[in-house]
């Protein structure tokens, strides 16, 4: 199990984490009606370092309006978050790279699965950045499981209780003896992993599936693509073949919690080399450099 901080937000104020709790009659427990957001901070000599914080709010923002919430109240502001983040780091008395989940639970009692013009309760917590993938290769398989559509459950707003359908893959893939599980969507396109995106390198080009293909529009995903565009690397979004992943030069997936892994095997086919390729090496480390740039734009020191 990760290590989570001993402290934690909940309804307006830090507590013990043991005592952070939600009643088991609210729809956040009963229905999965939570929206949420993980966050990476780097910890370096000069401070923390908070990755691209204002694109989380504004993705917590858009999936809170998805759902149906009223919105994201004014103690989760921009401002409010830094302070509730720096109080954590302190009280927990991190010491190591962090992540930071941030939440908003529909907290009405029994109100049946409404959404709209009910109370929310906001609540963040630490843990360690421990990778969810291994960062010197995964190897994936093609899920029995497709990607929820659109017109299901969304998987652009990142809402509690769509990652049943990930729980599902993630559980398969790992029964089967695999790091992870590749969701094709129900037009038998790629879409993504179980929490992280994807992209393939071929001929020099970055190939990812685009915003139409059921994926979550991740935030490290958004950042991979502009790296790759300052660097001259062709990047295009589009709809993904199953095959094209077979006969990739490089293949990554790219997430807060999976950083950029290289995934160098699917459905039992080595891909590329088998090794972490050239243009994914360049990505990650250009990410990796921002990430401890106290004066880059998408960071936050605190
Ligand atoms: N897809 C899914 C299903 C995820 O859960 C995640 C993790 N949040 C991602 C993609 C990557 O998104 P991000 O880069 O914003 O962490």
């Not at 402290?7 to 229905?31: E, M, Q, R």
């Not at 994926?215 to 073949?241: C, F, N, Q, W, Y």
Request: proline share 4%.
């Amino acid at each position: 199990m990760k290590h989570i901080g001993a402290h934690a937000f909940i309804n307006g104020k830090i507590v013990a984490l043991s005592d952070a709790h939600l009643p088991i009659t609210c729809s956040a427990v009963l229905y999965g009606l939570s929206v949420y957001s993980v966050v990476f901070i780097k910890h370096t000599a000069s401070g923390w370092l908070i990755f691209r914080i204002k694109d989380h709010l504004e993705r917590l923002r858009q999936s809170a309006q998805l759902i149906g919430f009223s919105g994201v109240p004014e103690s989760l502001d921009e401002a409010k978050l830094i302070s509730i983040i720096r109080d954590l780091l302190s009280l927990n008395q991190s010491s190591t790279d962090q992540l930071c989940r941030i939440t908003l639970h529909l907290s009405a009692n029994i109100p049946g699965v409404r959404t709209r013009n009910l109370p929310t309760i906001p609540s963040v917590f630490l843990y360690d950045a421990n990778p969810i993938l291994p960062s010197s290769g995964a190897r994936i398989k093609t899920s029995s499981w497709r990607r929820t559509s659109d017109n299901a459950i969304p998987p652009r707003a990142k809402v509690n209780g769509a990652y049943v359908n990930s729980a599902l893959a993630k559980q398969e893939a790992i029964d089967c003896g695999y790091d992870d599980a590749l969701f094709l969507n129900q037009n038998g396109y790629v879409s993504e992993l179980t929490a992280s995106n994807l992209f393939l390198v071929k001929r020099g080009e970055l190939i990812t599936p685009d915003p139409a293909s059921d994926i979550l529009e991740g935030i490290t995903r958004r950042s991979i693509i502009d790296i790759a565009r300052s660097k001259s690397i062709p990047v295009i979004e589009r709809k993904v073949a199953l095959t094209e992943l077979y006969t990739a030069d490089e293949l990554f997936a790219c997430g807060t919690s999976a950083f950029v892994s290289p995934l160098v095997e699917v459905d039992s086919r080595t891909v590329g080399t088998g090794e972490t390729g050239i243009i994914t090496e360049g990505l990650r480390n250009t990410l990796l450099g921002i990430q401890v740039n106290s004066k880059h734009d998408w960071i936050t020191l605190v």
